[in-house]
């Protein structure tokens, strides 16, 4: 199947400091990447869509300044969480899904713990 | 109309039995639903998933039923066995459409296979 990396998967850091999480799909192009975020024992929740050379479309409520994205490769996407508060600490996961090798499905990668003091 | 609700928010089983899980949607132009398992601290990985035309799929102990009419789907885990135990996410997306197979995610169940 697929194979999704995420890095790191945990990350602590100072608030106000800036995050990059880096997702990346091992086998296959991906054209599209998403970005979620789960709270615990919630479901996920979806923050941007991002595709190949195009800026990221984000959801309803998610701060683009704040949650930046990037995907500059098919194989590469970035999440930059600028200025970190604590209410930023989670668990963010990303997913890709690229034509024709995985058709419709999107496979995960193993999620990032951001903790903010 | 985006909505997937999920139910049971959680379920016991024991060893052996059948677990099941169903999911109701509202937008018909969703085509494409998958079932997600996770563990903790772990992302989804998916399990199997199917489109509205069929109304069954199975792969090994792991089968969805689905009804476009009633507009609902369920996973059915036969055998369940303790290492099944997990948080289970069905999901649906118009994957052909402009959203780019955007998934919207149930609300998730949690379930506990006892020995």
């Known amino acids: 199947g697929a194979v999704v990396s995420q890095h790191p998967s945990r990350v602590i850091c100072k608030s106000g400091t800036s995050v990059k999480i880096e997702c990346r799909s091992l086998?296959?192009?991906?054209?599209?990447m998403f970005w979620y975020r789960q709270f615990p024992k919630q479901s996920l929740m979806l923050m941007a869509t991002?595709?190949?050379?195009?800026?990221?479309?984000?959801e309803q409520g998610v701060e683009k300044d704040k949650f930046l994205i990037n995907h500059a490769s098919l194989t590469l996407s970035t999440l930059t969480v600028t200025s970190a508060h604590p209410e930023d600490s989670s668990f963010y996961i990303c997913?890709?899904?690229?034509?024709?090798?995985?058709?419709?499905?999107?496979?995960f990668g193993p999620g990032t713990r951001l903790t903010v003091l | 109309q985006q909505q997937v609700k999920q139910s049971p928010q959680s379920l016991i089983v024991q060893k052996g039995g059948i677990s099941i899980i169903n999911c109701a949607y509202e937008?018909?132009?969703?085509?494409?639903f998958p079932w997600y398992q996770q563990f903790p601290g772990k992302g989804p990985a998916l399990l199997i998933a199917?489109?509205?035309?069929?109304s069954e799929k199975k792969e090994g102990r792991f089968t969805i039923s689905f009804n476009k009419s009633a507009k609902q789907f369920s996973l059915h885990i036969m055998d369940s066995q303790p290492g099944d135990s997990a948080t289970y996410f069905c999901?649906?997306?118009?994957?052909?459409?402009?959203?780019?197979?955007?998934?919207?995610f149930g609300q998730g169940t949690i379930l506990t296979v006892h020995p």
């Open positions: 997913s890709a899904r690229g034509r024709p090798v995985t058709k419709d499905t999107q496979y």
């Open positions: 086998d296959f192009q991906a054209t599209t």
């Open positions: 991002s595709n190949e050379g195009s800026k990221a479309t984000y």
């Open positions: 937008n018909t132009a969703f085509d494409y």
């Open positions: 199917i489109r509205p035309d069929v």
């Open positions: 999901a649906a997306s118009d994957a052909g459409g402009t959203s780019y197979g955007k998934l919207t």
